[in-house]
């Protein structure tokens, strides 16, 4: 009976493994959702940091203290945009965008991919961005479709199976 267990647990493994990659047209749909989400709760968070303070120092008198200013909101808004795909990415796999679109992030083996992963997946995410994207050309040209991010931190965005019954906890 033990062999039998141990057969269905790696059958488990291999159906998770066997995940197809998300479709690039999805993911750019979830990076859509995610950021139009990450870009209003950056806007409403930096509209109420700017008027605090304002209405504990006054206005900046100087173009220097007005570029602080702009300096911080902005150093804050890549602050919560690593927050929010660290967190959600880190802990369960999918943000906002991605649960509403049925795709995943998993590491290796299938898993969700950890806080360390995701950190790893977002810092080559940048690097990425400030290539204006030229280090992620394999994500069009290969079939697992991964990018900078991906081979970095050793994850992958598949798609998320439905109607699992129970996975340990980590649905895919």
């Known amino acids: 009976m033990m062999g039998a267990t141990a057969?269905?647990?790696?059958?488990?493994?291999?159906g998770r493994l066997a995940a197809p990659p998300a479709g690039l047209w999805r993911r750019a749909a979830a990076s859509l959702i995610?950021?139009?989400l990450a870009s209003a709760l950056w806007?409403?968070?930096?509209?109420?940091l700017a008027l605090g303070l304002w209405g504990l120092r006054g206005r900046?008198?100087?173009?220097a203290e007005l570029l602080i200013v702009v300096?911080?909101?902005l150093a804050f808004g890549v602050a919560l945009r690593l927050a929010y795909h660290v967190v959600f990415v880190g802990g369960c796999g999918q943000t906002p965008g991605r649960m509403a679109?049925?795709?995943a992030v998993v590491d290796g083996s299938g898993q969700t991919p950890g806080y360390g992963r995701a950190l790893t997946r977002?810092?080559?995410?940048?690097?990425?961005?400030?290539?204006?994207?030229?280090l992620s050309l394999p994500l069009l040209f290969t079939r697992?479709?991964?990018?900078?991010?991906d081979w970095l931190a050793g994850t992958r965005v598949v798609l998320r199976a439905r109607g699992l019954a129970s996975d340990g906890g980590n649905r895919l």
Not at 122 to 132: A, C, I, P, Q
């Open 71 to 73: 300096i911080a909101v």
């Open 60 to 63: 900046p008198e100087s173009f």
């Open 101 to 103: 679109l049925g795709i």
């Open 43 to 48: 806007l409403l968070c930096a509209m109420w």
């Open 144 to 149: 697992e479709r991964r990018g900078l991010g």
């Open 7 to 14: 057969m269905m647990g790696a059958a488990a493994v291999t």
């Open 34 to 36: 995610d950021s139009l």
């Open 122 to 134: 977002w810092l080559g995410g940048l690097v990425s961005v400030l290539t204006l994207g030229l």
